[in-house]
């Protein structure tokens, strides 16, 4: 493997990022084939790559936009790539899982007759005046503790409260098509699932005695990437979803995921170049060619704990990796273990890098950025 990156990094330079589409099929196809009932709307926001959106959608993917932007993105690629002859039906390609939206995007996807979601009074109103032609999906709050990202304390309506807001939107004349739910992300909890299927469940009945005819269950995202050998196999929680789905909802609805980590975090690697090397209070310090402003901003903005490895061997010790900007809130990590005698110009290699990475990657202090190349 070292020699197959140190070709490609004669060829491209660093940092680089290398993002292997067969681990995003392997990915699709695992995920399909342990959840047979379960759609897949990939979650854009984990890493919008367009040539990633050309892959999943060759495997048979829909999406999950949460911005105007993505779904234009998605929207124009589908209707790019569908057949010719087939027209296709938005739902079963686009669900909007924002659930606040400004009134602009309301205005401008309302001639698309979009497959929203909800998850309070004033955004029901809202959507009501702007975009009364979208289908509605209430998000509910679910326990999502335990989760690398929690999502309960922004989002989602109180369980207690589903009824009220099921019955407003039919007041209203909208038509709430089935209800959501997110455990957070990178949920290792497999519990939390079992919870949230069990609140949804209950609603759902509710819902549809009092003549409401939901028909949608989006279990939403947060499936377990393998990051390491703690992590509880996807294959058991698949077990576990595909049981409680049978045992609680009729055979007739469907159920919708939005996976977004699952399909490519584990499908990138990124490739970095020590640039500076100091040692401060004894620590070894490396300072490499790319950081939290860039493509490690998942340790920000995803609680992420990187790893490294380096390219030659030496006696290991704790080493700081910090990032190349002017920034002293730029620091990877204060505690990696990599051997202290690495040199300026040496490469460390990070894996498991292709979720919430390059997506929210920005170009602070004027660096591009990692080059991003496709196996
Ligand atoms: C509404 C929604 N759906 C899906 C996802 C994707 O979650 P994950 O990457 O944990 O699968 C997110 C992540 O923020 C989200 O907010």
Not at 73 to 87: A, P, R, S, V
Not at 89 to 110: A, E, G, H, P, V
Request: glycine share 8%; charged share 25%; aromatic share 12%.
């Amino acid at each position: 493997m070292k020699n197959k990156f140190l070709k490609l990094i004669k060829r491209h330079g660093t940092p680089l990022f290398i993002l292997d589409h067969g681990k995003i099929r392997e990915n699709y196809r695992m995920f399909k084939e342990n959840l047979p009932r379960v759609q897949c709307y990939y979650a854009v926001k984990a890493n919008s790559h367009p040539e990633i959106i050309r892959t999943l959608f060759q495997e048979g993917s829909s999406f999950d936009v949460a911005s105007y932007n993505e779904f234009k993105q998605i929207y124009g690629y589908i209707k790019h790539f569908e057949k010719k002859d087939k027209d296709f039906y938005i739902w079963d390609k686009i669900i909007f899982s924002n659930t606040i939206k400004d009134r602009d995007t309301l205005r401008k996807i309302r001639r698309y007759k979009p497959l929203v979601t909800y998850d309070n009074l004033d955004e029901l109103m809202k959507i009501k005046e702007h975009c009364d032609a979208a289908g509605l999906v209430l998000r509910l709050k679910v326990p999502d503790s335990g989760s690398q990202v929690e999502m309960s304390s922004k989002f989602g309506a109180e369980p207690g409260d589903a009824d009220h807001l099921i019955g407003q939107a039919f007041d209203a004349g909208l038509v709430v098509e089935g209800l959501s739910f997110h455990v957070g992300s990178q949920c290792t909890h497999f519990d939390n699932y079992a919870a949230a299927l069990a609140i949804t469940s209950d609603i759902f009945h509710a819902a549809r005695k009092k003549g409401f005819p939901l028909k949608i269950v989006d279990i939403g995202g947060g499936f377990p990437v393998p990051y390491d050998a703690q992590v509880p196999k996807f294959e058991e929680l698949a077990k576990l979803i595909n049981a409680e789905c049978q045992r609680l909802f009729p055979e007739d609805i469907e159920i919708i995921a939005e996976p977004g980590r699952f399909m490519v975090a584990n499908a990138a690697v990124l490739i970095t170049e020590i640039i500076g090397k100091a040692r401060r209070e004894g620590k070894v310090f490396y300072y490499i060619n790319d950081g939290v402003y860039h493509t490690f901003s998942g340790v920000v903005y995803d609680h992420w704990v990187p790893n490294f490895h380096s390219f030659g061997r030496g006696k290991k010790e704790v080493c700081a990796v910090v990032g190349p900007t002017c920034d002293s809130f730029d620091k990877v990590s204060l505690a990696v273990q990599l051997p202290g005698n690495l040199k300026i110009g040496d490469y460390l290699y990070t894996e498991n890098i292709g979720a919430y990475s390059i997506a929210s990657s920005t170009k602070f202090n004027g660096f591009e950025g990692a080059r991003i190349i496709h196996i």
